[in-house]
């Protein structure tokens, strides 16, 4: 019976590990790129804001599910 046990119980923890490593894992951080033309700093200020708080009504929140990198073109819509 001893022999039996030991098999049983290597056999059961060999199947509970994934389930434990897989438990241990965190959130996935997502990271969304943002390239901008807009020239003027208000209207750039207020279009952030809008998007980033239409992705907290979906359930995105920055710094804890999503990364938004921003970068500016410089007003300059044309690739050199």
């Known amino acids: 019976m001893r022999r039996r046990d030991f098999i049983k119980s290597i056999v059961g923890a060999g199947m509970a590990w994934p389930v434990a490593a897989r438990a241990q894992q965190g959130e996935r951080m997502r990271r969304i790129g943002v390239l901008s033309s807009v020239a003027e700093e208000a ?8 998007f980033r708080q239409a992705l ?5 929140t920055d710094g804890r599910n ?15």
Do not use: H, I, N, Y
């Open 43 to 50: 209207e750039s200020k207020a279009l952030q804001a809008v």
């Open 56 to 60: 907290e009504q979906l359930g995105w």
């Open 66 to 80: 999503v990364q938004v990198d921003t970068r500016f073109g410089q007003g300059d819509a044309v690739a050199a």
